[in-house]
């Protein structure tokens, strides 16, 4: 479900303190020269500069002096007596705020004066984000402070880093006089920031309508949209102020006004649960049956938070909507069973909504609560009606879902109604094989104990306890061995439990199964190895003795057990050895990634390759596949000699020998992406000429490997025309045929052999290789969890896949490319006490090492101090803080993950399924003080990556230039639990 956005922009880039600094007045255990210039307490602070060795700029751990100390407390004696005792105006503190920006931050006039006008201060001063002193006046000060400082020359059209004027300042504050007077000395009224907010955008989200009435009546363009398409009339319905929305509309707006998404201001109105305003818009015009680009009309998005009375006022207009669907076939009742919203449920039902109708995955609203756990809403689905055996487009039944997520309350409540407790999806699982495949042992308990079946088999002949001894869960293992599961039950494959739990590397489990009388002549001699990587590393006779003896008493396997402990002891310096290695390679590779001759260099210092030579760095290429292939590609392109050598050293390891034309190209393609360069291109497509026609002295169609060269630029043309959507005009065959005569050292190549060829490229696309997203290869955790936006408090359904030390967030599941990266670098996990089932994700950092998906398509850095996270319940929120725990690393190689990210997001171009964006139009508060400490947000989100990579090269005309580009590689497919 996706949420309303806003055009909100925090301008915090002007900020002058961070999440972790603040002003104090409480008095330190021993007072200091800083204290005493908090307080006012001029008296002290005499007495201290002028009985001891203390220097009046003195900095405190922010690098804040005495003097910044006074004039944010606003003592313009102790700021005067500072100065006379020679303080430095002009020093900076860590946020590169002067005194100066202090004192206009929170109003204080004399010390404003002072500071210029004895302490000579530029009033031009900016601090590290390049807010000025005016910026902050006009956001947090009086409007004769803002007079003051533009009498003195403050620049009006400064800009901060992220483009902010002092005009969005005002706007922001709400302080019509101090927009008045900007305009008046030449602030533009319609200035936008980098992310093209205007000053009306500011005014409209701040609810300041006397901003707003002044802003149009200066010549403020009502309509102007930021750069996801939003307007002022969006900000205003979002942040529900009807004055400022009716001033908009009786300016000109269009009620219905939609942004990039496709959201109206009515979307945001009706999400955000705000009756008054919903039937105002209404009354103005708004249309309630728009759709945005997810297919979502106003009541989607009512029902997704549970807004009774928005829903049924707009039931109340419109009965026929109740069934309307979105562009996943959902229907609101749908949304609302899925976050388990009772009374939401009943409101529609009771409207007539179709309780068994079924979105684009075969899923009823039944299925929707009962994969989330939502017993009481699936119980009242069930007594309104829902058959509680109807079945997904996979064959699975609600109770399926609810084994399969591990809902026990709802299992149960789903067994009480009548679910029935042997039916089979579309692979012959039962709910048992489901619950026991993801190791829920309490719903295989419940199960088991209502009399399902314990030996079930699917259509692969594998039991339950196939499957929980293959995922490794040993107290599901534990239950089902508990209700006689047969431990040496065989499948189709011929393999028992035991043989999967010692490919799985599942000690534990296999231990269980041993314990429980599991045949050892099941485990066959070439078993023995994955037997003996599951124990223990070394000292295999013994375990050989054990397992070809076939001895399986519990005495045995004691004896087994402490044979491997003690060898596991001795392993000890191996495996720290191994992981240090490790830990050296995934270094090397974030090197290389970044640096590519850098990270030989690395490489070769820390003895990962024995020597530096061509052979051994271009194995080293081979086969790591964490590295950029973009980065080789650069690597191997390059023209020095060192290089060179590498990249015929890398092309020979290549065997091309009995391949067809097309499949070696594609091969060679899937080691590297091509540079940008055309003479890198170049260098590196005529060492694969020469290789193939080496490889193939018997071929019949090229008489030279000059012929090879031409046609395999010919052939990168052809993949590019054919396959580009952007390319209207497609290459024909006779072009093709044409564009290569002659090629073939004057004579044309054998036409079936090129017609062929032709064909092969354009039903087939060649696949560029490029930087996958190696992260999402390893999957520990995944499942819909709900996100507060960044700088509005409105929720998003997302789908969240954990793995690799990194937590990703994507619209739906079908999406290859995420909204948001969050690296769990240095991240603290805590319960939100004031939120249901709600963890929050937050470092000691001023900002999380976070990215998400710009409008662009590229990634950017993300702006959070903190990410608000619910679950559907509390099992589920505990799971999930546990797994998140477990993943909590440090990984300074991070940034480099995230730049080869971007580039690889952008070389795609804009994506059609960007997260809808939610930034807080809300410029941050006043300095912190004892009482008052905000978090800072920095708002300057600078692109990271690079235009997709392009080379030109001359067609076999040698005139006009072609450019090649990489495309993207092919979705990875899910692998069998038991392969």
């Excluded at 979307?267 to 979502?296: P, S, W, Y």
């Excluded at 239950?479 to 739990?501: C, M, W």
């Excluded at 996100?787 to 994507?810: D, E, H, P, S, V």
Aim: glycine content about 6%; charged content about 20%.
């Amino acid at each position: 479900m996706g949420s309303t956005s806003n055009s909100t922009k925090n301008t915090g880039s002007t900020t002058t303190t961070s999440a972790t600094t603040k002003h104090s007045n409480s008095a330190p255990t021993r007072p200091s020269v800083h204290y005493y210039s908090s307080t006012g307490d001029i008296e002290k602070l005499s007495n201290l500069l002028n009985n001891s060795a203390t220097s009046p700029d003195t900095p405190d751990s922010e690098k804040r002096t005495p003097l910044h100390h006074a004039a944010f407390c606003g003592s313009a004696a102790c700021v005067n007596f500072l100065l006379d005792k020679k303080a430095n105006a002009n020093i900076k503190d860590s946020a590169g705020n002067t005194p100066l920006q202090w004192a206009s931050s929170r109003g204080h006039l004399e010390c404003i004066k002072l500071l210029v006008e004895k302490g000579g201060v530029d009033i031009n001063t900016k601090d590290d984000k390049n807010g000025t002193p005016l910026h902050k006046a006009s956001l947090f000060a009086s409007a004769e402070c803002v007079l003051y400082l533009l009498n003195g020359k403050a620049d009006p059209r400064a800009v901060t880093t992220n483009g902010e004027t002092p005009l969005h300042h005002a706007s922001a504050g709400g302080n019509p006089q101090c927009v008045e007077l900007l305009i008046k000395a030449d602030s533009k009224v319609n200035a936008v920031d980098n992310d093209c907010i205007t000053p009306l955008h500011q005014a409209s989200f701040s609810g300041h309508s006397g901003c707003v009435s002044l802003l149009l009546k200066k010549g403020a363009k009502v309509d102007p949209r930021d750069i996801h398409g939003i307007s002022p009339l969006h900000n205003a319905a979002s942040a529900g102020y009807v004055d400022c929305v009716e001033q908009l509309v009786r300016n000109g707006e269009n009620i219905n006004c939609v942004d990039i998404e496709g959201v109206t201001p009515l979307h945001h109105t009706c999400f955000n649960g705000n009756l008054q305003l919903t039937k105002r818009l209404i009354e103005l015009g708004a249309k309630i049956d728009m759709v945005d680009e997810m297919g979502e009309t106003p009541l989607h998005k009512a029902a997704f938070n549970g807004h009774k009375e928005v829903c049924e006022y707009l039931l109340y207009l419109d009965p026929t909507m109740i069934d309307c669907r979105d562009s996943r076939q959902s229907t609101s009742l749908h949304l609302a069973a899925f976050n388990g919203l009772i009374d939401m449920v009943d409101l529609l039902i009771r409207y007539k909504a179709q309780i068994n109708i079924k979105d684009e995955e075969g899923a009823t609203p039944l299925h929707k609560a009962s994969f989330n756990g939502h017993s009481s809403c699936a119980k009242l689905l069930v007594d309104k009606g829902a058959p509680i055996g109807i079945v997904d487009s996979q064959g699975a039944t609600p109770l399926h879902k609810a084994a399969f997520n591990g809902r026990s309350k709802c299992l149960a409540t789903l067994i009480r109604s009548g679910a029935e407790l042997e039916v089979k999806d579309s692979q012959g699982g039962t709910p048992l094989h489901n619950a026991a495949y993801n190791g829920h042992s309490d719903c295989c308990r419940i199960l088991l104990k209502k009399g399902a079946n314990v030996n079930a088999v699917d259509t692969h002949s594998s039991t339950p306890l196939h499957l929980a001894s293959a995922a490794g869960a040993r107290d599901t293992v534990d239950v089902l061995i508990q209700f006689k599961a047969r431990i040496d039950a065989k499948n189709f494959a011929g393999k028992t439990p035991l043989v999967y739990a010692i490919k799985k590397n599942h000690s534990d489990v296999a231990r269980v199964l041993i314990r429980a009388g599991a045949d050892l002549d099941q485990v066959s001699l070439r078993s023995s190895v994955d037997f003996t990587k599951t124990f223990g590393t070394e000292n295999h006779d013994e375990i050989y003795q054990i397992v070809n003896k076939r001895e399986s008493s519990n005495h045995e396997v004691d004896e087994l057990q402490l044979a491997l402990e003690q060898q596991a002891k001795e392993d000890m310096e191996q495996l720290a050895a191994e992981k240090q290695k490790l830990l050296l390679v995934k270094a090397a590779i974030a090197q290389f990634n970044s640096h590519p001759k850098k990270g030989i260099e690395f490489i070769v210092v820390n003895g990962l390759i024995s020597e530096k030579n061509p052979k051994e760095v271009a194995h080293f290429l081979l086969t790591h596949s964490e590295l950029s292939k973009q980065a080789i590609g650069e690597y191997i392109g390059e023209g020095d000699d060192f290089n060179l050598q590498v990249l015929h050293a890398f092309v020979d390891e290549l065997d091309f020998s009995g391949l067809d034309f097309d499949v070696a190209l594609r091969k060679y393609l899937l080691t590297f992406r091509l540079p940008g360069e055309a003479q890198k291109i170049d260098r590196m497509m005529e060492k694969f000429a020469s290789q193939f026609y080496q490889h193939n002295p018997d071929n019949k169609v090229f008489v030279n490997n000059d012929a090879v060269y031409v046609l395999a630029f010919s052939v990168i043309m052809l993949n590019t025309d054919a396959h580009n959507p952007n390319i209207k005009k497609k290459m024909t065959k006779a072009e093709f045929l044409r564009n290569n005569s002659g090629i073939n050292s004057g004579d044309d190549l054998p036409p079936d052999f090129m017609e062929n060829l032709y064909d092969k490229i354009v039903t087939n696309e060649i696949k560029m290789e490029r930087d996958g997203n190696q992260a999402n290869q390893h999957v520990e955790k995944k499942g819909w969890l709900t996100k507060q936006g960044g700088r509005i408090k409105t929720w998003k359904k997302r789908w969240f896949i954990l793995t690799a030390n990194c937590l990703l967030y994507y619209k739906t599941p079908q999406d290859h490319e995420p909204c948001g990266i969050i690296p769990l670098e240095n991240v603290v996990v805590t319960i939100d006490p004031q939120k249901k089932f709600c963890f929050m994700l937050h470092s000691s950092q001023e900002q999380m090492k976070a990215c998400k998906l710009n409008s662009d398509g590229t990634l950017v850095q993300a702006n959070h101090a903190a990410y608000f996270i619910a679950a559907a319940n509390m099992a589920e929120m505990d799971s999930w803080v546990q797994s998140i725990k477990s993943n909590i690393h440090s990984n300074p190689n991070f940034e480099q993950l995230l730049k080869r990210k971007a580039e690889t997001i952008r070389g795609r171009g804009k994506v059609s399924t960007k997260p809808i964006q939610n930034r807080k139009q809300t410029i941050s508060g006043p300095p912190p003080t004892a009482t008052n400490t905000p978090t800072s947000a920095s708002n300057n989100t600078t692109n990271v990556g690079s235009p997709p990579n392009s080379g030109g090269v001359l067609n076999s005309s040698g005139s006009k230039p072609v450019t090649f580009s990489s495309t993207s590689s092919p979705v990875q497919q899910q692998t069998s639990a038991l392969s």
